[in-house]
């Protein structure tokens, strides 16, 4: 995957609560992004970065936010879990616009 | 608003024969594709790219097609292998946009049977 770890794999929470995942990457690359995956919609992008603290709201951003303090960290911290934010949310990174890498993924239930 | 989809969902193919996936897309401006493979359980993972100048690209056992005149993308699998099942998306994303990502496709599942 990459250089790419994301924390925790698997995370089950109640409604209401904030959840945040982590995105680690060994790569130093400069581009970082979040995308969740559902059923139907295949993958949409919620928040990325292009540097640190640099960072710009993707397709599906309501109820995300995002920051990034260190190039190889990016986080991702939804403020009041709801069900429909019951996903699996995979982070990118890229060293250009393109040809982006995947981490394993954070598979996220909100009970 | 103008997306990259797939033509079939799922795909069965026997062992040993060749695949073919495709993609439409609708954004004339975009310049570069790229084909995901992602299995059960993991995230995608690259396969190919080719950009928009290109009309062929051939890999390992892979080759890309573009066709910007009915824009029309497609992944040609030689001789399929078990390992190859999982499903497949294209993405699209245009040229020199600062932080512009990927635009996915919904996906092809690719089932080969030996």
Redo the contacts between chains.
């Keep these: 995957?990459a250089g790419i770890t994301q924390s925790p794999r698997h995370k089950v929470t109640e409604t209401g609560t904030p959840v945040t995942l982590r995105c680690h990457q060994t790569e130093n690359h400069r581009?970082m992004?979040w995308?969740r995956q559902d059923p139907?919609?295949?993958?949409?992008?919620i928040h990325?970065?292009?540097g640190v603290k640099d960072t710009?709201k993707?397709e599906v951003s309501d109820g995300y936010s995002v920051s990034r303090s260190k190039t190889e960290d990016f986080l991702l911290t939804l403020e009041s879990a709801t069900s429909s934010q019951t996903s699996v949310y995979?982070c990118?990174i890229s060293e250009r616009?393109?040809?982006?890498?995947?981490?394993?993924?954070t598979r996220l239930t909100v009970t | 608003g103008e997306s990259v989809g797939l033509h079939l969902p799922t795909l069965s193919v026997q062992e040993g024969d060749n695949s073919i996936i495709n993609c439409a897309y609708s954004n004339s401006a975009s310049d570069y594709f790229i084909w995901y493979k992602q299995e059960s359980g993991k995230g995608p993972q690259f396969i190919i790219d080719i950009r928009s100048n290109m009309d062929k690209r051939q890999g390992q056992r892979v080759t890309v097609l573009l066709n910007k005149t009915v824009k029309h993308l497609s992944l040609q699998i030689a001789a399929t292998q078990p390992g190859d099942s999982a499903v497949y998306f294209c993405a699209e994303n245009m040229a020199n946009q600062a932080g512009t990502a990927l635009i996915f496709g919904k996906g092809t599942t690719l089932s080969v049977s030996s």
């Design positions: 995957d581009y992004y995308y139907g919609h295949g993958l949409r992008l990325y970065s292009y710009d993707g995979f990118a616009t393109y040809e982006q890498y995947f981490g394993p993924g």
